[in-house]
């Protein structure tokens, strides 16, 4: 059974940084990618960054040069990084990891997620 599980989220002033980690156990697969997405209240799911097995990454442009997504494959169990930077208000938002089997990095079309963890940020 593939289970996701987040951690890293809380409560940051504007300007200040967060690291949300997300462990992904009961996977098997040489080829996938791990991805975060958020969603504010109100808003639709936001794909905000991915990375595939060969390292190569997508972020979005709202988030690009603030949010950095990195993995460790090394372990058992994958666990994906993203390291925010500079945060905004707007930025704001449950965020959710994703994982699923995939040939090239992308940013839609995940089987698996994660609960979610909660990032808020005060201005």
């Known amino acids: 059974q593939v289970r996701l599980v987040e951690s890293g989220g809380g409560s940051v002033q504007a300007g200040g940084s967060l690291k949300l980690s997300c462990e992904v156990s009961?996977?098997?697969?040489?080829?996938?990618?791990l991805a975060w997405f958020r969603q504010a209240p109100g808003k639709e799911r936001e794909g905000v960054a991915a990375?595939?097995?060969?390292?190569?990454?997508?972020?979005a442009d709202s988030v690009k040069g603030r949010f950095t997504i990195s993995a460790d494959t090394a372990k058992s169990n994958s666990t994906s990084y993203l390291q925010m930077n500079s945060l905004k208000p707007e930025d704001t938002a449950m965020y959710f990891c994703?994982?699923?089997?995939?040939?090239?990095?992308?940013?839609?079309?995940?089987?698996?997620w994660g609960q979610g963890t909660q990032v808020t940020v005060s201005s």
């Open positions: 994703a994982a699923d089997i995939c040939s090239t990095v992308r940013l839609y079309e995940y089987d698996y």
């Open positions: 009961g996977y098997v697969s040489s080829r996938n990618c």
């Open positions: 990375i595939d097995s060969d390292g190569r990454t997508m972020v």
